[in-house]
């Protein structure tokens, strides 16, 4: 059974700095597209950036891209999330997805994911 368990979220102020993480299990994810999605109150919910777990290959939403960098720690089976220069409009629950798609869509989160995380909060103070 799938888990991917987020962790790392909390309060920070504008400009500051948050890591997330997500714990992925279950399964080998060597083919897989691992992705972060977040929304925001009264929001639909948006991408925000992928990494193909094999070949390392990233796309970002041009709303982080600079700010945020997505990695992945393959012997913890691990997928991070580094947030730099966070901004209030940041602010969301952050949700780590995993889909056996490798497909141009599914690097722009263009689709619907096959597994989900519960999601972890970030809230950035102006």
């Known amino acids: 059974q799938v888990q991917l368990v987020e962790s790392g979220g909390g309060p920070v102020q504008a400009g500051g700095s948050l890591r997330l993480s997500c714990a992925a299990s279950g399964r080998t994810f060597r083919n897989f597209v691992m992705g972060w999605f977040r929304q925001a109150p009264g929001k639909e919910r948006e991408f925000v950036a992928t990494?193909?777990?094999?070949?390392?290959?990233?796309y970002y939403a041009d709303s982080v891209k600079g700010r945020f960098t997505i990695s992945r720690d393959i012997a913890k089976s691990a997928v991070d999330l580094q947030m730099n220069s966070l901004k209030p409009e940041d602010t969301a629950v952050y949700y780590c997805a995993a889909d056996s798609q490798i497909t141009r869509a599914t690097m722009r989160g263009l689709v619907e994911y096959d597994y989900w995380g519960q999601g972890t909060q970030v809230t950035v103070s102006s």
């Open positions: 990494i193909n777990w094999s070949g390392g290959n990233t």
